[in-house]
């Protein structure tokens, strides 16, 4: 069955959960350093990613944002950087570069695609030459 997006994220059902004491006092200890505002806050969070690391597996399409840095003074690293970015320009959406010090770039690369191509993108930059640390973040799409 088909619903307008609006329709699904607007629908909250409520329901119960049997579990260990234990385990719900750790949770709530963890959701506490977390700051979430509720438990059903952070269950719907853990719902997602467990969703959002299949769709990973899966193949489906995912967004994130590939982040890192680099020394721009090391030779050709800006061009090559670049390069790559232009090879990937169906999956990569926008980037964001700052100048963290004399030496230092950050560039906050976000993408929407298939989980493959953004982590072959980001093996591409990781293995340039000048980039120092390169991490992937992803979400889902925003129909979950
Ligand atoms: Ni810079």
């Given amino acids: 069955m088909q619903q307008k997006k609006t329709q699904t994220k607007d629908k909250i059902v409520r329901f119960g959960v049997s579990l260990e004491k234990d385990l719900l006092e750790i949770f709530d200890r963890k959701i506490k350093q977390k700051k979430y ?12 990613k467990e969703i959002i690391q299949q769709r990973w597996r899966t ?8 982040v890192f840095i680099y020394n721009h003074h090391r030779r050709n690293v800006v061009d ?11 999956i990569v959406v926008s980037t964001q570069h700052v100048h963290l010090s004399h030496d230092e770039c950050l560039e906050i690369v ?13 093996d591409n930059i990781r293995s ?9 973040a992803f979400t889902s799409t925003g129909n979950l």
């Fill in 37 to 48: 505002a509720t438990r059903s806050k952070a269950i719907a969070d853990l719902m997602r």
């Fill in 59 to 66: 193949g489906k399409e995912v967004a994130g944002a590939i």
């Fill in 80 to 90: 090559k950087i670049i390069d790559i970015q232009h090879d990937f320009s169906n």
């Fill in 110 to 122: 976000v993408i929407k695609g298939k989980p493959q191509m953004v982590e072959t993108l980001a």
């Fill in 128 to 136: 340039t030459k000048g980039v120092e640390h390169c991490v992937v």
